[in-house]
């Protein structure tokens, strides 16, 4: 004859505890054996009353243990002063305080009183009148053609004419 179940291979059976393995074997046992059989129905029968009891009865928290949960969630809720004890910290403040002197130093070399730097207008219109000044053909040319020519320059040497003829693929 085979062993008993324990009392806690039972309740594990009962709620899906074991491995698969010893999950069929414990069901076989519980098929083959009445004394198994009948203590795992008295098992069912303590699971379900005392399901029944816990989800019909409603209990209040000792009034104590109420006090006590109150006092510990007042004490955790930080004070206007503690927040202001943690923006203070160096970890924070540093930082902060790094990026504001940067902002203000490369705020001020941009937007400093100088301001923004400004070329006059007459500027472009004097340097627009230089340029066409010197093109030579131009209708506001201050320059003639004749006075381009210049005596002092030498005359230019006759050119002479020099004839390649090339076939594609022949090497020379």
Known sequence: M???LANQTLIDYMHAGLAPEQDAHVYAHIESCAACRSDYDAELA???M???YATRETRELPSS???EIWERIRAARPSPLRNLADWLRPAVTLPVAAALALGIYFGTSY???????SIDAA???QDHAALNS???FSDRAT???ADLESSSAPKPQSAVAVTASYTAGTNP
């Open 50 to 52: 005392l399901r029944t």
């Open 134 to 136: 010197t093109v030579p």
């Open 2 to 4: 085979t062993e008993h």
């Open 111 to 117: 937007l400093g009183p100088h301001g923004a730097a």
């Open 143 to 145: 320059a003639s053609a």
């Open 123 to 125: 500027y472009y219109l």
């Open 46 to 48: 303590l699971t379900d």
């Open 65 to 67: 243990v109420k006090a």
